[in-house]
């Protein structure tokens, strides 16, 4: 198995033994990993039937789930961590979801494709067209990606939806980090990482 | 079936066994039966650990004859011989299937047809109606016999998803992964509905006889065969109807007549006779019973996830996407009761076009799931 760097850094924040909701799981290799060498317990929740089967296989509990439609099953705080990897950009509500994950989690954790990258705004800037790149391979009109946003973008929404963040991460293709993304991250960073919880 | 034609993973013949139990049994109702006997078939070899048992739970309308060929005559195989086999789903090289009959029913174990020890003539309509946990409690009793502790998987789809549902609940260390497969934790008003009217059907056949009917040569054979005829409608979704049948003629043109015209009609009409032939109305009526009684939340305030609260097993949930009768949601109700009650549970719901009826199907995603599961419990007990 193996992680994508934001998933590593995802691993690195989770404190053992704790119980972990993965919203959009994939075929289960984050999961997986946790359970593995973190001894989280909890629950994948995804909607693509063959990912499914990866996660019975790899041994995660996993819930066929539409996103779209809330987390109403689980209860407030049940969870230590609610994560969600490179999916948020594909959600219809992301700013209700994002409250939904403030609510089943004590702790909730993003990760995301930054439409702000140095990049893609030149691609737009240049070409006057949609930019492409290997973390939004997807022509405009066939992208599951409904809401591109940036680092400023999602960090605006934070603030008005009452989420305090707690930590910040970029990465970037080759998942590098480095002190000019630390610097300049919504312009230098290609993958966003962020910790966040309800804000009393 | 030519034995020298059959395909290598199938199981081949089979013989039912048969185990009696003289002890009186307490039911649920408050009845007694004073010992019984239960049909079973068993398919593979328990290994010495005892660990490889897997508990099949019949529907309905199923029996004990779940794979394999009674003779080399045999044109039809057991109900679920698209799962249950070497390499297959289930796959007897590395499993102990066990597939009992239920008690209250017609092909074996003790039911309406069998003789009362006290009249010296069939119970008929006077056999105690039972309920899931009585069967459940008899099941417990044969895996004793057979010396199974523990249940590796329990397996059963439609009202046999229930049994598994209720054996994670009374005994809870007993099951280590629960399959419960187009189930629900309890059966809808619309479902109960239907029950009721198929009652009706065999109840009010001028053969009936308040159920005395074995007496006389005549049986409620036109009321069973209306019973069967409206369940098997709601087994099948709409679009499989269309798909199956349309509108197509027997004959080619309209007679004006009342006649099966229809392709569906003969299809219905030959479908209850084959069934009439095979089923007792007596047992047909209990069995409804039993599903419309079904409820585990019931003993705690309307609560299923308190009434799952004792469970230990690991559950896989699997629904349908075209079952009317058993839907989708009666599934997600069990997956949320058992996210709330912090149990480990997978759900997936199957694409599929052919109703309920699906679980008896071989749809490839959904033998899919079943192996992929089945393949990491063998690696999780080390069978080879």
Known sequence: ?200 | MQESTRPVDDIGLVEPKTKHFSETLALASGSELHGFDIVYETYGELNKECSNAILICHALSGNHHAAGYHSTQDKKSGWWNNVIGPNKAIDTNRFFVVSPNNIGGCSGSTGPLTIDPVTNSPYGPDFPLVTVKDWVKTQAMLADKLGIDVWSVIIGGSLGGMQCLEWSISYPHRVKHAFIIAAAAKLSTQNIAFNEVARQAIRTDQNFNGGHYYESNSKPELGLMLARMLGHITYLSDDALDEKFGRDLRDGEIKFGYEAEFQIESYLRYQAKTFVERFDANSYLLLTKVLDYFDPAGDTRGSLSKAMAPATAKFLIISFSSDWRFSPECSQEMVSALLDANKRVSYIEIQSAQGHDSFLMPIPRYHQVLKTALDRIAKELGLS
């Open chain 1, 1 to 200: 198995m193996i992680l994508r760097t934001d998933q590593a850094l995802i691993a690195e924040w989770i404190r053992p033994n704790s119980r972990v909701l993965d919203l959009g799981c994939g075929d289960g290799t984050l999961m997986a990993h946790l359970q593995k060498n973190r001894h989280v317990n909890g629950y994948g929740l995804e909607i693509n039937e063959e990912n499914i089967v990866q996660c019975i296989h790899k041994g995660v509990d996993v819930i066929q789930t539409d996103l779209d439609k809330g987390l109403s099953e689980f209860k407030k705080e049940s969870f230590d961590y609610v994560i969600m990897t490179q999916t948020l950009q594909a959600i219809y509500y992301p700013d209700k979801l994002l409250k939904e994950m403030t609510r089943v989690g004590r702790e909730a954790i993003v990760t995301f494709p930054n439409m702000g990258h140095w990049k893609n705004r030149l691609q737009l800037a240049l070409t006057g067209r949609m930019p492409k790149s290997k973390t939004l391979p997807y022509e405009w009109y066939n992208t599951p990606n409904i809401h591109l946003f940036t680092l400023s973008d999602f960090e605006r929404l934070c603030d008005k939806i009452n989420i305090k963040i707690s930590d910040r991460s970029t990465v970037d293709k080759e998942h590098h980090s480095s002190i000019g993304m630390r610097l300049l991250p919504n312009l230098l960073g290609e993958i966003a990482i962020y910790r966040f919880q309800k804000k009393y």
